[in-house]
């Protein structure tokens, strides 16, 4: 069974902080994929990034970096100098190959950012 | 820029009403999805339609729960009757066809509170 787990229910943090996210996941396939979603208060889940099983290179963009490792079966995402902007809830989630885009969630991680 | 139409924003009813909500997907998206976001966690996949065709439903609960996209366009998610626990943010996406792993694109969602 494919399982989908952030730890972290809450992180407060002052601005211009870092902060990272942590997710860890669980899955039997060798081919599979993981995203991050931020969703906002007005309630839309944003696209961030997916990653495939077979690249484990970490990727930044702008601010934000994600470092994806299997040996931990772990894919956690850093917001770099965070703003406020930052603030909303994001998902990890993780879809096996040819699985027609079913998304497995995890329970969401919400992210204060104060000023 | 195209977005993920949904209706009504928000719906209150009473136990054991009928209720739906109304999805219209980014233009030539012929992949729809309806997930059900419980108040604390992640969405959950309900029901993923391959333009008219139903591909997974296996989460859905059809004593209660019906889903229709009759024309492989917009489509329509029904509760009857509503209980308490369908208090929830129903989330429809899209997203293209033909691809193994999809982008998907989420609107923003319709909260229903059931009394």
């Known amino acids: 069974a494919q399982k989908v787990t952030q730890a972290q229910t809450e992180i407060s943090v002052v601005e211009k902080e870092d902060v990272t996210l942590d997710c860890v996941y669980e899955?039997?396939?060798?081919?599979?994929?993981l995203f991050w979603y931020k969703q906002p208060p007005s309630g839309e889940l944003v696209f961030l990034i997916r990653?495939?099983?077979?690249?484990?290179q970490n990727e930044i963009s702008g601010r934000y970096s994600w470092n994806f490792q299997k040996s931990t079966s772990s894919f956690n995402f850093t917001i770099t100098a965070s703003q406020v902007v930052d603030s909303a809830v994001y998902f990890c989630?993780?879809?096996?190959?040819?699985?027609?885009?079913?998304?497995?969630f995890g329970q969401g991680t919400e992210l204060s950012v104060k000023p | 820029e195209a977005e993920v139409a949904q209706s009504p924003r928000y719906k209150i009813t009473e136990k054991s009403q009928a209720v739906a909500f109304w999805c219209d997907p980014i233009?030539?998206?012929?992949?729809l999805y309806w997930y059900r976001q419980i108040l604390g966690q992640g969405p959950e996949l309900l029901v993923q339609?391959?333009?008219?065709?139903?591909?997974?439903d296996s989460q859905l609960p059809k004593d209660r729960f019906s889903a229709e996209r009759l024309k492989g366009v917009d489509s329509t998610l029904k509760i009857q009757p509503a209980e308490l626990g369908d208090s929830a943010m129903y989330l429809c996406?899209?997203?293209?066809?033909?691809?193994?792993?999809?982008?998907?694109?989420f609107g923003e969602g319709s909260r229903l509170t059931v009394l």
């Open positions: 996406a899209s997203s293209l066809a033909g691809l193994a792993v999809r982008e998907l694109f």
């Open positions: 899955t039997r396939d060798t081919t599979y994929y």
């Open positions: 990653r495939n099983s077979f690249d484990e």
């Open positions: 989630a993780l879809e096996v190959y040819n699985q027609g885009g079913k998304l497995i």
């Open positions: 233009s030539g998206h012929a992949t």
């Open positions: 339609f391959q333009d008219e065709s139903v591909v997974d």
